[in-house]
């Protein structure tokens, strides 16, 4: 099932996530947009509960080894 939350956020548009192939689409408002993969349901789920997206991207997304980054061109 696709997710897509739109969030608030200075940075983060939103957030797309496909729990079957544990993907995680972050479209900012800067128009760029990135996919993660791995992205487990839980680890989306502490995402998704944080009070604040950017600082969880940032901390726990932005540079994590274990996910691979694609950046897709608009």
């Known amino acids: 099932m696709i997710k897509t939350i ?3 956020s200075t940075a983060i548009k ?3 996530y496909d729990d079957t192939r544990q993907d995680l689409k972050v479209n900012f408002h800067s128009g760029r947009v990135y ?3 791995p ?3 839980e680890f989306f789920n502490k995402l998704n ?3 604040s ?3 969880f991207f940032n901390q726990h997304i932005r540079d ?3 996910l691979t980054c694609l950046k ?3």
């Open 6 to 8: 739109t969030v608030t």
């Open 14 to 16: 939103n957030l797309v």
């Open 35 to 37: 996919v993660y993969t």
């Open 39 to 41: 992205v487990s349901p």
């Open 49 to 51: 509960n944080s009070k």
């Open 53 to 55: 997206k950017g600082l």
């Open 64 to 66: 994590n080894e274990a």
């Open 72 to 74: 897709l061109i608009k």
